[in-house]
């Protein structure tokens, strides 16, 4: 019982789709119309909402990142203008007479002092900030626009320090505390609350004497950004509303609101407000909101320079909001700016997107279910005279037929049906004759799928050699264009080394034992040697480099035309590694006898499979006899070419063992070695004969004497057309 109820489920599912299964034609297509018309409908309607939503997110996060770099261009503006200010006021007469007096400890007379804090407070009022001071290189203040600080130390961060060290004017923006702003006074402390952490936007502009430009002091002017909502409403009002704030970072790490505003009505355009401070009551606007998630700003401060977006609900309305560190002079992070955008809009463009696109689904669904019905009735009529058909052709009566009555796919299967039924007869017999001709076409595959094998071997090492030859030349350029420069740059160095020593030939005891411990001699004498030698070892890699490129042929597979001198010449530097001695044969000695030749239509790459598979054979047979006979003469290969009247030969000739006369008719046979297993596949030559006797019309022939040496000879006529029309010719002797 247990075990019943354990499969029930799965039986009941099974029950379910057996119940589809047996469904009428016409039933299940309307049920699959249906059902993937609906899937489709909420699909598309879930796409295009989710493709409206991520388009918008990434406009709305680009326009809010977009409105950060204006808020942050409104920030520095007042900063700009303050440095200019006082830029000019730092030429003034008055000013650089009260410095230059208190440089030099001199008493400033009482109407001096008055004119410069006359100038101080004009600024003050003209830029509407908070400082204005004079500050004499002592560090300590000359004359100053607020409370009365005469000879009070002042070094706000040590900017002032750093404007008489480089006398260079700096603005930046500091986090000052409220003593600080208290020892000030100035007038905007009755209207603040006392707060650990004062963001104040500072220049500090240098004092020069005009006569020889030292520094005499610096104006320190500062402009007090808390609750300052002028800052942030003009922000709001020329981007067409939202949310604006500034934070300052306290000592402790928290952040605290600085000054911002929240817009009530979100416009798209709006002229710029001037609203007086203090006006905390404007109709569009709420002050002093701040954001409820300080990770948000934490990640702005652990981001420093970058641009952090997110989606955060402040008030009761949801903005994209960026944020953006202000750092001070030294770098580190003390502020925020914020800038949220609203998505009023986005929310509407996708509630109306959202309501059209349910209209066109409703109305898709009823044309699909009008034309589901037609389709179905009139698909399922002719499917079920088919069935009948093919009932009664499977009983025996091969000579029943389907009646096409359209050209749609139901009426092409029957068409297809009838020819099937006309054509069983002569397909068994086609399969039949199919299968000898099978047997046949096998017998030849395994014939030549040798010669394909090492056809398509030496094709890609051909593509592959040249590749690499590309890839070394580039650094190997690098080397060889820059060793030149270092072999003179060195002997220069020597020279001037030498130059030294003349002229001061007394050397401390010190320079004395590092010359000695340098050999200093022994390298002047050692370093030419060793650059003439990296020099001649880039020179033998970029010989051999050719040779491999001129061997590959890259992307020269089709008929050309080519001087087989040169082609032989590549494969002789290529095989130079195997003619070298080794430890049982001396240097195999090449000579060549190379004649003016003209040039040879043929596929290069192809001929040179078949000189390379002639002299590396030549190379085994005389390793091998080597090998043998240690005390054997110098082994010797030569490489002999001639010109005919209508082709060109080349003569391969070694003082090997030879080949034996029983053998020497087999050579050209697929898979016949002499080698060991393992060493040999016995398809060079067979290979070779094919190229040059079937791809080329040509001849290839040997002639050996044991004891004496072997010698092959190729001949390839000149024009590959004509030899091929001829058929192939026979090897005449090279004079």
């Known amino acids: 019982m247990q075990k019943a109820d354990q499969n029930g489920p799965v039986q009941h599912n099974s029950d ?69 200010g006082f830029r000019g006021q730092s030429d003034n007469a008055a000013v650089i007479a009260a410095a230059r007096a208190h440089d030099a400890g001199e008493a400033l007379d009482d109407e001096l002092r008055a004119q410069v804090k006359q100038i101080l407070q004009n600024e003050i009022s003209a830029r509407n900030i908070e400082y204005a001071t004079l500050v004499g290189s002592d560090r300590r203040i000359v004359v100053n626009a607020n409370r009365e600080r005469t000879h009070k130390h002042f070094d706000p961060h040590n900017l002032v320090s750093e404007v008489l060290r480089n006398p260079e004017q700096i603005k930046t923006s500091e986090v000052i505390s409220w003593a600080e702003l208290k020892a000030e006074a100035p007038p905007i402390l009755t209207e603040l609350e006392e707060q650990p952490a004062i963001l104040i936007r500072y220049t500090i502009t240098p004092v020069l004497d005009p006569e020889n430009q030292t520094v005499l002091g610096a104006l320190v002017s500062g402009d007090i950004v808390n609750e300052k909502p002028q800052i942030t409403l003009n922000t709001l009002a020329v981007q067409g509303g939202g949310y ?76 994209t909001v960026a944020a953006k560190s202000i750092a001070n002079f030294a770098g580190e992070p003390i502020a925020i700016l914020v800038r949220g955008t609203p998505e009023i809009a986005l929310n509407a463009l996708l509630r109306n997107s959202l309501l059209f696109q349910a209209f066109v689904a409703i109305l898709a669904l009823s044309a699909d279910v009008f034309l589901a019905v ?16 093919t009932q009664q052709f499977t009983a025996g009566n091969l000579q029943v037929r389907v009646p096409a009555e359209s050209t749609d796919e139901v009426g092409k299967l029957s068409v297809q049906f009838n020819t099937m039924a006309d054509q069983l007869i002569e397909r068994e017999q086609t399969i039949r004759q199919n299968i000898a001709e099978l047997e046949s076409t096998v017998q030849e595959l395994q014939q030549t799928q040798s010669y394909l094998v090492q056809s398509e071997k030496m ?95 890259l992307g020269q597979s089709d008929l050309k035309t080519v001087d087989l001198n040169i082609e032989l010449d590549n494969i002789l530097e290529l095989l130079q590694s195997r003619l070298v001695g080794k430890l049982n044969r001396p240097d195999i000695t090449v000579i060549r006898h190379f004649q003016s030749l003209p040039l040879v239509e043929c596929y290069p790459r192809q001929l040179n499979q078949v000189f390379i598979n002639v002299l590396s054979n030549a190379i085994d047979a005389l390793d091998a006899q080597c090998a043998q006979s240690p005390d054997l003469s110098t082994p010797t290969l030569s490489v002999i070419t001639a010109a005919c009247q209508e082709c ?14 029983d053998i020497q008719s087999r050579i050209f046979d697929p898979f016949f070695t002499t080698k060991p297993v393992g060493q040999g596949t016995g398809l060079g030559l067979s290979t070779s004969y094919q190229i040059v006797v079937e791809q080329h019309g040509g001849a290839i022939a040997c002639q050996s004497t044991p004891g004496e040496g072997t010698t092959f000879t190729v001949e390839i006529p000149l024009r590959l057309s004509c030899a091929i029309k001829d058929g192939p010719g026979t090897v005449q002797s090279i004079e």
């Open 648 to 661: 060109v030969k080349v003569k391969f000739q070694d003082n090997g063992p030879g080949i034996p006369p």
């Open 244 to 319: 604006s704030g500034i934070y300052v970072r306290r000592p402790d790490g928290m952040f605290a609101l600085a000054v911002g505003a929240q817009s009530l009505v979100d416009k798209s355009r709006q002229a710029t407000l001037d609203l007086p401070q203090g006006n905390a009551n404007e109709a569009n606007y709420v002050l002093n909101v701040t954001l409820a998630d300080n990770a948000f700003l934490d990640r702005a401060i652990t981001s420093p320079g970058q641009i952090i977006n997110q989606r955060l609900r402040v008030g009761k309305q949801t903005y």
């Open 16 to 84: 379910r789709w057996q119940w589809f299964r047996n469904l009428p034609i016409q039933r299940k297509q309307l049920c699959g119309l249906f059902t993937s018309e609906i899937i489709s409908l909420v699909g598309l309607v879930g796409v295009s909402a989710g493709l409206i939503i991520s388009g918008g997110r990434s406009l709305l996060t680009n326009q809010a990142a977009s409105e950060l770099a204006v808020t942050e261009i409104n920030y520095n503006i007042k900063i700009d203008q303050m440095g200019f």
């Open 459 to 553: 094709s890609g090492l051909g593509q592959l050699v040249a590749g690499l030859t590309h890839e070394f030349n580039n650094p190997l350029s690098f080397i060889y264009g820059n060793l030149r420069h270092a072999k003179d740059s060195t002997l220069d160095l020597f020279d001037l080394l030498n130059l030294y020593q003349q002229q001061y030939p007394q050397l401390t005891p010190e320079l004395e034992a590092a010359l000695a411990e340098a050999d200093l001699d022994f390298l002047a004498a050692d370093l030419p040697k060793m650059f003439n030698s990296m020099e001649y070892g880039v020179q033998r890699i970029q010989k051999i480099l050719e040779s491999l490129q001129g061997f590959s042929h």
């Open 374 to 389: 037609v389709l179905s009735r009139v698909i399922a009529r002719p499917i079920r005279r088919l069935q009948t058909t």
